[in-house]
């Protein structure tokens, strides 16, 4: 493990690298990168940003923007997590934002979306191979702006989260220990962990536990971001044991209905998205690895986790605490400045642990019948033909359901077919009409369903149709 994290958050600041210089920071497919040559090219980066304002951090290669994020931090600058790619939400941060300038990869931004983003919006070099190896790590104030994440837009448009270094490194002491304890638990001792990560770097789970954790652990990254079974099985074969994937569940289904055959892994880390008990224990039994799932928002940080295949409770991390609210539950952890009032209900006991009981905008109830958006999708996902699916309500009635669409990935099944078989499983009342079948739903790079993407493709298929 690593003596040098520190769980105080009122520690004036913590170095931007743990452990000693000459530990494996990242691999470069087999090619190991020392933390002392990391910091060296994160330094000479540094030298050629702005001192200004904010960066705006593209970059897919995950070495890279840790090298984009490093150097920002060394420079006092906050980095930009942008929601999506796409341009309309880049010019937007550009323009809300002051003083930006972007940093992406050479061979992965494409020439066109950046010709279409603001002229003061730069491509910064990333090649600083021939940099010299450097140490000591300088510290970084924990009051220091470190990042801008934004939420999902599930609920509505993403809004801006400001996050400290100070509670970034705290609330990551906490990840640590529990991938740690389930390393030890799956007979690997005091072994570190190397990661490979299907989610982007952008988004804060991926922040969390691919660009913090070797930051400020002991714990290895691999530099790419593979998607498809086969590229994460290279990926994962390029690292030394004990291996950890980190994932969602929608990857982490892709990836074991392909049956792909894996190196030995030991730890599935799993966030963004509800994890299915079935899932879990499916995922155990095909990879031989323990699967941990987190709990949290983008607003929090991750400040639960639980072995899904096991257990139904989550287990809390240290001093954290809940406190029922309107529409949902209070967070305080130490690491927040202030409480975090979640949508989600949760039920928790004096020992830390809870079972979350659902989401007031998930409920729904018609003439006096009640029923779940998230009970309605499981249903018309377990229809035969089905490959994805969603309800979900396109009105926003203030509370009050207006009507109930539905989208499914069913190639071989008519909407009508559809639509009679579900009215064998759930009350007329929930019909979702339209229920529409897409190619494929909307889903963002973490497996969500953002909302505007939601309406957008929906409106679609209804021009398609009529």
């Excluded at 890279?64 to 490093?70: I, P």
């Excluded at 939420?151 to 509670?167: E, F, N, R, V």
Aim: net charge negative; proline share 8%; charged share 20%.
């Amino acid at each position: 493990m690593n003596a040098r994290l520190h769980p105080d958050q009122d520690v004036a600041a913590f170095p931007l690298l743990s452990g000693d210089a000459g530990r494996v920071f990242a691999w470069r497919g087999s090619t190991p990168v020392s933390a002392a040559q990391f910091l060296g090219e994160a330094l000479t980066l540094a030298e050629t940003l702005d001192g200004h304002g904010h960066v705006l951090n593209l970059c897919e290669d995950r070495y890279r923007f840790l090298l984009g994020f490093a150097a920002a931090l060394i420079s006092g600058l906050p980095t930009l997590l942008p929601p999506s790619r796409s341009p309309a939400t880049l010019t937007g941060l550009v323009q809300d934002f002051d003083r930006v300038q972007a940093i992406g990869d050479a061979d992965s931004i494409c020439p066109d979306l950046l010709a279409r983003l603001p002229v003061h919006c730069r491509l910064l070099p990333l090649d600083a191979s021939s940099a010299e190896p450097r140490w000591p790590a300088p510290d970084i104030a924990a009051d220091s702006l470190a990042a801008v994440g934004f939420t999902s837009g599930s609920t509505g448009a993403p809004m801006p989260q400001q996050k400290y270094w100070g509670s970034l490194c705290t609330s990551n002491l906490h990840n640590a220990t529990a991938l740690w304890r389930c390393l030890r638990e799956a007979g690997h001792g005091d072994a570190a962990g190397s990661v490979v990560a299907t989610v982007p770097a952008q988004h804060m789970w991926g922040m969390e536990a691919s660009v913090l954790l070797p930051l400020r652990t002991s714990i290895a990254v691999h530099s790419g971001r593979p998607f498809f079974p086969a590229d994460i099985a290279q990926a994962l074969a390029e690292l030394p044991p004990p291996r950890v994937l980190v994932t969602t569940p929608v990857h982490l289904k892709t990836l074991v209905g392909s049956k792909q055959p894996l190196p030995e892994l030991a730890v599935i880390l799993c966030a963004a998205a509800p994890l299915s008990p079935e899932l879990a224990k499916t995922a155990e039994a095909t990879t031989g690895a323990r699967v941990l799932e987190m709990f949290g928002s983008t607003e929090t940080c991750v400040f639960a986790s639980r072995r899904t295949a096991v257990d139904d409770d989550w287990t809390a991390y240290p001093g954290v605490c809940f406190e029922p609210s309107a529409g949902g539950t209070r967070i305080g952890a130490g690491w927040l400045r202030s409480p975090v009032v979640l949508p989600d209900h949760i039920d928790a006991d004096e020992s830390g642990h809870f079972r979350v009981l659902g989401r007031s905008s998930d409920h729904l109830e018609i003439a006096g019948k009640r029923a779940s958006l998230a009970g309605l999708t499981a249903s018309l996902q377990a229809l035969d033909g089905v490959l994805d699916a969603v309800v979900f309500a396109p009105d926003d009635g203030g509370g009050e359901v207006q009507r109930l669409a539905a989208l499914a990935v069913a190639p071989t099944r008519s909407e009508a077919a559809l639509l009679k078989e579900l009215r064998q499983h759930i009350d007329p009342l929930f019909l979702p009409r339209p229920l529409r079948i897409v190619d494929a739903l909307p889903r963002n790079a973490t497996g969500k369903l953002p909302r505007a993407a939601l309406l957008a493709t929906l409106g679609d298929a209804r021009c398609r149709k009529d």
